[in-house]
């Protein structure tokens, strides 16, 4: 199941048997989705007017990115799309053509392989070894999209189902199966947690230094929920009275590149 939304790009690798729904391995892109297709035609616009982002005022920007999101949506059925939009009491007109959306699109798309690799190395797959490609989110149905998966999986991607009601289809039958519903009696889901999920810690490196900001995860990532894990750690220094915990999701072994999720602060007996 290939998910790309706004602003997040998901990978998830299902297996059915039996009635019973398991997910083997969760990979994807935080920092990937829609908006960055459209951030890319916004900035082929002003490349093409000769203006930089700075230079327009709010309101100017707020409609730019209107027309790169009305032309990102049209391009996909027209060779071109055009529009207008006025800029310093000028009237300024926006062309772009289906190849060149391809072609500054490139980068994103080669930025889609890196989560998808990750999971199918995760579940020990191949792209063979798939019997189905599912797409979800407002941005698969852009068609460069669709012919990437096609061209990088080697199959074409099932579409029957509409991209933008899968997610609240799935809430759906999750809902359903917390109220235990008679039509979902035979029918089980099993997940994965998508991110490793650990703890802040710092480290002895020997001759009096430390280096702090360091990721030890608890949880690794695709491990099936739920789930319980415990480990051991110390203190950084005698008599301390409490320990902070900061909890983080990720896969650098440096928190500042993870995604913070809380804190909690414990108090250690001294007796």
Known sequence: VLDLG??????????????IMQVVAISG???????????????????????????????????????AEMSKIAIGGQSEVSSQVIIAGETRELVITSEEFELISKPLLAKMRAPIIQ????????PDDLEQIILIGGAT??????SFCSRFLGKIPFTSINPDETVARGVAVQSALKEKHFEL??????????????????????????????????????????????????TSHDFQETVNLTIYQGESRHVSENLELGSLDIEIPLE
């Open 119 to 126: 999971a199918l190395n995760d579940s020990k797959l191949k």
């Open 29 to 67: 892109d935080n920092y990937l989705g829609g908006e960055d297709f459209t951030n890319q035609i916004m900035k082929f616009f002003l490349d093409k007017l000769g203006l930089r982002e700075a230079s327009l005022t709010l309101e100017e920007r707020a409609l730019l990115v209107k027309q």
């Open 185 to 234: 009696a035979d029918f089980m889901i099993t997940d994965v947690c998508s991110h490793s999920l650990g703890i802040e810690t710092i480290r002895n490196l020997g001759r009096g230094e430390i280096l702090e900001g360091v990721f030890s995860p608890i949880i690794d990532r695709n491990t099936t929920i739920p789930v319980s894990r415990t480990k051991h750690f110390c």
């Open 141 to 146: 149905k852009m068609p460069i999209v669709r």
């Open 6 to 19: 706004g602003g997040t790009f998901d990978v998830s690798i299902l297996e059915m048997f039996n009635g």
